[in-house]
Nanobody, 116 residues
Framework: QVQLVESGGGLVQPGGSLRLSCVAS????????MGWYRQAPGRERDLVAL???????NTADSVRGRFTISRDKAKNTVYLQMDSLKSEDSAVYYC??????????WGQGTQVTVSA
């Protein structure tokens, strides 16, 4: 079992920045990858970015060059630095973890709203 707790969402103006954090607890030594998905109203949940335990990252085309994922293994935390935010980035952002057993876990979600 893994528990994920997100923080850092909020309201920001277009062009602004936010940093999301996700702290993992529980069976953290079984985690293979962690990352972020997002879901806007009426749309499917889409991948934003992932990072593996080896440090390999995968970032969606829609945010590449603006969003940066990083992981602090000592703090069991994954971060998503979001710069040059656009209105279309508004969504609920979910932290995600996949174990080596392929079991998947989700955080409760944090709202990001980009609006003037």
């Amino acid at each position: 079992q893994v528990q994920l707790v997100e923080s850092g969402g909020g309201l920001v103006q277009p062009g602004g920045s936010l940093r999301l954090s996700c702290v993992a607890s529980g069976s953290i030594f079984s985690i293979n990858s962690m990352g972020w998905y997002r879901q806007a109203p009426g749309r499917e949940r889409d991948l934003v970015a992932l990072v593996t335990s080896e440090g390999t990252t995968n970032t969606a085309d829609s945010v590449r060059g603006r969003f940066t994922i990083s992981r602090d293994k000592a703090k069991n935390t994954v971060y998503l630095q979001m710069d040059s935010l656009k209105s279309e980035d508004s969504a609920v952002y979910y932290c995600y973890a996949q174990l080596r057993s392929f079991a998947e876990y989700w955080g409760q979600g944090t709202q990001v709203t980009v609006s003037a």
